[in-house]
């Protein structure tokens, strides 16, 4: 049974940073491709990152040079580190797994796997 468990959420202020983690259990995720995606309230869920099975990582234009997705083997974990902050950032935030190596983008039908979220909050 694969288990996506998000933590790392808060309140921050506009320029703050935050760590996200998505601890997994009965899935790889050094393996797999892996992604963050983010809903904010009465928008549709979107993507913001993706890493592939070999590293190389995929970034939402509103995101890239502030965020930064990785995983940690040992651990079996996937990260998301949060840099510059901004109010737009403000959304529940999700780990999700596709099922497969490869990664097709930042597209949400093409992930099997999804945690429960953990919320972010930036103030202005």
């Known amino acids: 049974q694969v288990e996506l468990v998000e933590s790392g959420g808060g309140s921050v202020q506009a320029g703050g940073s935050l760590r996200l983690s998505c601890a997994a259990s009965?899935?790889?995720?050094?393996?797999?491709?892996m992604g963050w995606f983010r809903q904010a309230p009465g928008k549709e869920r979107e993507g913001v990152a993706t890493?592939?099975?070999?590293?190389?990582?995929t970034y939402a234009d509103s995101v890239k040079g502030r965020f930064t997705i990785s995983t940690d083997s040992d651990k079996n974990n996937l990260y998301l580190l949060m840099n510059s902050l901004k109010p737009e950032d403000t959304s529940m935030y999700y780990c999700?797994?596709?099922?497969?190596?490869?990664?097709?983008?930042?597209?949400?039908?093409?992930?099997?796997?999804w945690g429960q979220g953990t919320q972010v909050t930036v103030s202005s």
């Open positions: 890493i592939n099975s070999d590293g190389i990582t």
């Open positions: 999700a797994a596709r099922g497969g190596g490869a990664c097709y983008g930042l597209v949400v039908p093409l992930f099997r796997f």
């Open positions: 009965g899935y790889t995720v050094s393996t797999s491709c």
